[in-house]
């Protein structure tokens, strides 16, 4: 199979949507197939191009036997309806033109969103080529941002982007959901059930080994032995609640010895920092600029608990983030602050405890309650997780489903 595969973050931005793209279509072509995918040059997050590109050009690379084809962006910072909707809106006309015209034949065409318009440069191309298109949907858009206060309901953008949604389920062969709780919301639009596919998060088992070295934390921060790190570690989003590790700080009794660490970048981090300082606990939570792919599984090997936490929303009910299944390979208990699909997961594999979202008092009870495990009761659950992991989220697995599920389309 020949597949083009749209995205609009890919390597060496390294966040959840980037690495799925990456680790999905690597796992691909090992298994033979030629996979070419169409993304911008690196920006993510601040809206600045990485060194070694230039916003203007196209540019071709391979990267794990994978043909990358670069397009023109317009890079904007993950912040700003304005600008970021002129980001998100410029690279996918830039996506069809130059696929359309650089990109060898393929098979068929695969769009993942968000974000939406990825979808729509995937369909348009798919039209031109006369191919099938299929359409992968990791978050719910417009909803997703209704949820995180950028836009209201009623906003005329998120009416227009209503409509488009449903153009893009009617004009897909086949759609491909990153949980179960997505497919109903598919079946309200008129989706047929078998024009779907779950194929949701996981985890590239080579690089999350729990054999890697830990990071230095407790020396580069002084955080003394006896301390429980809890980790943070990624995108410092619209949709997660970072500030709830600062507020739960601010009135954690002082028999319970944790230190925070958020590792990370991304539209919410001045306004972390600033609540950080307010709250005078930044000799219990420490901020560190982002690190590439690669590091985070040392970050996680230094930490005792892995703390997911996203804004109390319906809509983040139906979202498993790929933290959860990261700190699972690292055999890392999990302090999960996320309603619904992802609180059952963790619950049934045994890999953590879950607490009300957007409540301190309730992180802290659930923290409390893996200190009071120690050592052993944690490993244990790390134990868990990661059993669990090998059996349902391992990636080259994932792409095996994935390309089963293409093929019948094609």
Request: aromatic share 6%; net charge neutral; with cysteine.
């Amino acid at each position: 199979m020949r597949l083009a595969y749209l995205s609009h973050y890919f390597p060496p931005e390294s966040n959840a949507p980037a690495a799925r793209v990456h680790e999905l279509s690597r796992a691909l072509v090992r298994l033979g197939h030629e996979v070419h995918v169409v993304t911008g040059q690196p920006s993510h997050p601040r809206g600045v191009v990485y060194p070694g590109y230039r916003a203007a050009e196209y540019r071709r690379e391979d990267i794990d036997g994978i043909q990358v084809h670069r397009v023109p962006t317009f890079p904007a910072a993950n912040r700003g309806v304005v600008v970021r909707g002129l980001g998100y809106a410029a690279m996918p006309a830039a996506q069809v033109a130059f696929a359309a015209l650089k990109l060898p034949p393929v098979d068929l065409v695969l769009a993942t969103s968000p974000q939406i318009f990825t979808g729509l440069a995937g369909l348009a191309l798919a039209r031109l080529r006369r191919l099938p298109f299929v359409l992968e949907v990791r978050d719910l858009w417009p909803e997703s941002i209704v949820s995180v206060g950028a836009l209201p309901a009623s906003h005329p953008a998120i009416r227009a982007l209503e409509v488009l949604e449903r153009r893009l389920y009617r004009g897909a062969a086949g759609i491909v959901s990153v949980t179960d709780s997505f497919v109903a919301h598919f079946l309200a639009h008129g989706v047929d059930p078998a024009r779907v596919a779950v194929i949701k998060n996981g985890a590239d088992l080579d690089l999350f080994d729990p054999e890697a070295p830990p990071a230095p934390l407790r020396a580069r921060l002084g955080i003394p032995a006896e301390a429980l790190i809890v980790l943070f570690c990624g995108t410092i989003g619209m949709a997660h609640d970072v500030g709830l590790l600062a507020r739960a700080a601010a009135i954690a009794p002082a028999d319970l010895d944790a230190h925070f660490v958020v590792v990370g970048d991304g539209a919410g981090l001045a306004d972390l920092a600033a609540e950080i300082d307010t709250l005078g606990v930044g000799d219990r939570v420490h901020l560190l600029p982002a690190v590439p792919r690669r590091e985070v599984p040392g970050l996680l090997a230094a930490a005792d608990i892995s703390a997911v936490v996203l804004r109390d929303s319906p809509t983040f009910a139906g979202v498993l983030p790929s933290k959860i299944f990261e700190a699972m390979a690292m055999r890392r208990p999990i302090l999960l602050g996320v309603r619904g699909e992802a609180r059952a997961l963790v619950e049934e594999a045994h890999a953590g405890l879950a607490f009300t979202p957007g409540d301190p008092a309730a992180l802290l009870t659930s923290l409390r309650a893996l200190a009071d495990l120690g050592v052993a009761g944690r490993q244990t659950l790390g134990a868990t997780a990661r059993a669990h992991v090998l059996r349902h989220h391992d990636r080259n697995r994932q792409a095996e489903q994935l390309a089963r599920f293409l093929e019948q389309l094609s």
